[in-house]
């Protein structure tokens, strides 16, 4: 019986969105709804297990773990793409590592809640409310204010088009964007130093990379107006951490909303808790029924190719 173990399952919701008894008698599964740190640890609790089920990119396997688990045969990633996974670590130990499908539209509308929520101040005058206040800030309307994407690839062109139905100008700027596919997203290509001065919202929707990882600096956040915000929904060190909490605490930009962050999850102490102009998330943007509802269907069907002995969706190094 191939033993499986499901990671980071924090809402205790795998095991009812997939028809894992399918896999019965070949395979047996457990579910962890806490997070592991500790490289001790993790490698303590999964050095029996065969097969395992990672979600996103919640707990890395690195070569220091992967070597420290003699007995894995199979590891799946949610998505098929997973940036802390060393899969030519583990296609060197033996290991299958396989993904999944999921949904494309949910981080997109995470964007505009923390977008609404910033300009509304949504969060503030909801607690204001339960505390018996009323109406206490001035929001900001979106006609006529421009909108800048970091990125528009299909997150961001999904963005672009919302913010076209609200009224907006869109610009948008990244590393390899033309004229042309900037136009077809209803979006006008501008240089990154044009965009970071003249967007009333900035969101972010880039991959993590060598070219991305501290893209938004000290320079770019001083480029942007006291009135502007700041969204983050793609991976937290695209934007310099030490830079943004400067920038929200002496008011340089009015605010950020922020799904992602350097270490997740955040740590209880961590600065950005405590400032007001921030609306925070945590790493909700795929974290969706429908989209768990793929992501652990298609893990099923993963465990089973692979009790077969033929694999799908691998995922490559």
Same mark, same amino acid.
Request: no cysteine; hydrophobic share 50%.
């Given at each position: 019986m191939l033993r499986v173990a499901i990671l980071d399952d924090y809402q205790e919701a795998a095991l009812r969105l997939a028809d894992w008894q399918s896999l019965h008698p070949?395979?047996?599964?457990?579910?962890?709804?806490?997070?592991?740190?500790? #490289?001790?640890?993790?490698a303590a609790r999964l050095h029996t297990f065969e097969a395992i089920v990672a979600m996103r990119e919640r707990t890395p396997f690195r070569a220091a773990l992967l070597e420290r688990l003699p007995n894995l045969k199979l590891l799946i990633t949610t998505g098929m793409r997973n940036a802390s996974i060393d899969v030519a670590a583990a296609r060197a130990r033996g290991v299958t590592v396989c993904g999944t499908r999921? @949904?494309?539209?949910?981080?997109?509308?995470?964007?505009?809640g923390l977008i609404l929520a910033l300009l509304h101040h949504i969060p503030h005058e909801d607690r204001g409310m339960r505390e018996g206040r009323w109406q206490t800030t001035l929001g900001t309307g979106l006609e006529g204010k421009t909108m800048g994407v970091l990125?528009?690839?299909?997150?961001?062109?999904? @963005? !672009?088009? @919302?913010?076209k139905i609200f009224g907006?100008? @869109?610009? !948008?700027?990244?590393?390899?964007?033309t004229a042309e596919r900037a136009a077809a997203a209803g979006a006008e290509l501008v240089d990154?130093?044009?965009?970071?001065?003249?967007?009333?919202?900035?969101s972010i929707h880039l991959v993590l990379g060598d070219r991305t990882r501290g893209l938004v600096g000290t320079d770019e956040l001083a480029r942007m107006k006291p009135t502007a915000y700041l969204v983050n929904t793609s991976r937290g060190p695209i934007v310099e951490?030490?830079?943004? #909490?400067? !920038?929200?605490?002496?008011?340089?930009? !009015?605010?950020?909303?922020?799904?992602?962050?350097?270490?997740?999850? #955040?740590?209880?102490?961590?600065?950005l808790r405590q400032l007001p102009n921030t609306v925070l998330t945590p790493h909700l943007g795929y974290v969706t029924e429908e989209n768990y509802r793929v992501y652990f269907a298609d893990a099923v069907e993963d465990i089973r190719a692979f009790l077969d002995g033929k694999p799908v969706r691998l995922v490559e190094p």
């Open positions: 070949r395979a047996q599964m457990t579910a962890f709804a806490d997070h592991l740190d500790d #490289l001790d640890a993790l999921g @949904v494309g539209t949910p981080t997109a509308e995470l964007a505009w990125g528009l690839g299909r997150l961001g062109s999904q @963005v !672009a088009k @919302v913010a907006m100008r @869109v610009v !948008a700027w990244s590393q390899n964007l990154k130093a044009t965009l970071f001065a003249e967007a009333d919202v900035i951490e030490a830079a943004l #909490l400067d !920038a929200l605490r002496n008011r340089r930009i !009015a605010g950020a909303g922020l799904d992602v962050y350097d270490i997740e999850p #955040l740590p209880a102490d961590h600065a």
